[in-house]
Nanobody, 119 residues
């Protein structure tokens, strides 16, 4: 079993910054894809940024040049530095990991952390 523990959400004014972190814990696994998604009530969960284990990172167009994703494979940890935040960034942010355990791959989600950007 793998657990994803997130931290770093909160309330910030437009133009402000927040940093989210997520750590994967457990035993007998390796991480493949790790990333962040977000969801607002009534809408589908959407990709924010995801990275493969070899470092290829994809960002949503809406966050490019404002958000910076980083990953520490040795610690199974990812960070999302969010700058120049806008009200439309308000959402619950979820950490995601696709992990390998033996011959199998599994998807895991964190519990979510609220990010609120006030106008």
């Amino acid at each position: 079993q793998v657990q994803l523990v997130e931290s770093g959400g909160g309330l910030v004014q437009t133009g402000g910054s927040l940093r989210l972190s997520c750590a994967a814990s457990g035993s007998g696994f390796s991480t493949n894809i790790m990333g962040w998604y977000r969801q607002v009530p009534g809408k589908q969960r959407e990709l924010v940024a995801v990275s493969t284990s070899d470092g290829n990172t994809n960002y949503a167009d809406s966050v490019k040049d404002r958000f910076l994703f980083s990953r520490d494979n040795a610690k199974n940890t990812i960070l999302l530095q969010m700058n120049n935040l806008k009200p439309e960034d308000t959402a619950v942010y979820y950490c995601y990991a696709n992990v390998r355990m033996g011959p199998f791959k599994y998807n895991y989600w964190g519990q979510g952390t609220q990010v609120t950007v006030s106008a």
